[in-house]
């Protein structure tokens, strides 16, 4: 292969192969032919790739991107806002393109948070009781707590309900702000619109990318709460312009093509009851996969809604010899480490879970 000129992103690109085209849940490869997406791009191509309803919105209004901080908006945007902010019982949202963008936002937010309280110097830290201390003693002062419901990139791996529900407790005593990163779970990854919903605890801030535009534009929004906003208040109070307090806000972020696919997003898994669906199917999934629990190099199998990992020996055995004979047997995957993803649009059908699984079965070793 002739050398890329893409630098890699994630590790090595000594197996990458060349994917030409998609249609629904089917990639066409140069290397591979047409495989099975059991990855769904990378977990965002929740209704398939090309779907006909988006595609119809992208002829309609496709290459439409008006700015949108200061002087404009747009009624997508306005209504996106709208929508998601009832579904997540939070008060305002600010667009950007990616996940990163979200939680980089949510950041600037949290920190912008404790400027509002008087407080000048601040520092980020991954808290928990020693580290509060720590920051305490040093006059510092711990602005938010990043939290993944269920940490994806590990390989779907739940945050216990017990520590969740005790950091909210410690960050609720030292006022220090919770931040929910559902980029990968949010939008029905997991089963329900957003996953810190299920816990008994409400984020200040919450972010959501990847499957908002189900792939077919970039789109990242980050959620405020009335807490947020009230700090944004007492710092205009005092007399700081509001251009200094919000001096935000990402470039070809809030379009009219991101935001109208955004809000036809929404339109079919209500319509189409898609994240029931995701449910049933996850738990169908599990239910299937147990056929290999017993496997000698199946450590665990994981998964909540359809965010589901097949623990495995080692990653050399997923990379290595899982994928490839996974590809070879017209199924893409992408391991995470040692854990095997299933990661599938929602509308997977069970003869496409069933077609997984026993793929899955004849390539472990056994
Ligand atoms: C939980 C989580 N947060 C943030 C990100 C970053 O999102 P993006 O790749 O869209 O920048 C990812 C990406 O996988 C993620 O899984």
Known sequence: MQ???????????????????????????????????????????ILGMRHPELLDIKRKIGGTATHLYEEYTNP??????ESICQRTSMSQLLFSATGSMACENARKEAVKYFQAKGKTEEELVFAIKQKIELAKSNGKTIAGFFYEPIMGVRGSVPLPEKYITGIAEICRQNDILLIADEVTTGIGRAGKFFYSGSFNIKPDILCFGK?????HYPVAVTLFNEKIIDAWNKLEERGIPYSKIHRRGNSITGTQEGCALGLKVLEILERDNLIEQVNERGKYALEKLKKIEKYSDVREIRGTGLLIGIDIASSDLAKKTVTVKMRERGINILPEG?????????????????????????????
């Not at 090595?12 to 099975?36: D, Y």
């Not at 997508?76 to 806002?81: Q, V």
């Not at 040692?338 to 899955?360: C, G, H, K, W």
């Open 211 to 215: 499957a908002i535009s189900a792939g």
């Open 76 to 81: 997508f945007a306005e209504e996106l806002a």
């Open 338 to 366: 040692r854990v095997i993803m299933f990661n599938p649009a929602y509308v997977i059908s069970e003869e496409q879970i069933d077609n997984f699984v026993n793929t899955l079965s004849e390539v472990l070793p056994h």
């Open 3 to 45: 050398k890329s000129r893409i630098s890699p992103q994630f590790g090595s690109r000594e197996h990458a192969f060349t994917v030409l085209s998609g249609e629904g849940m089917m990639i066409s490869t140069k290397e591979h032919g047409t495989l099975f997406d059991a990855v769904a791009g990378y977990w965002y191509n």
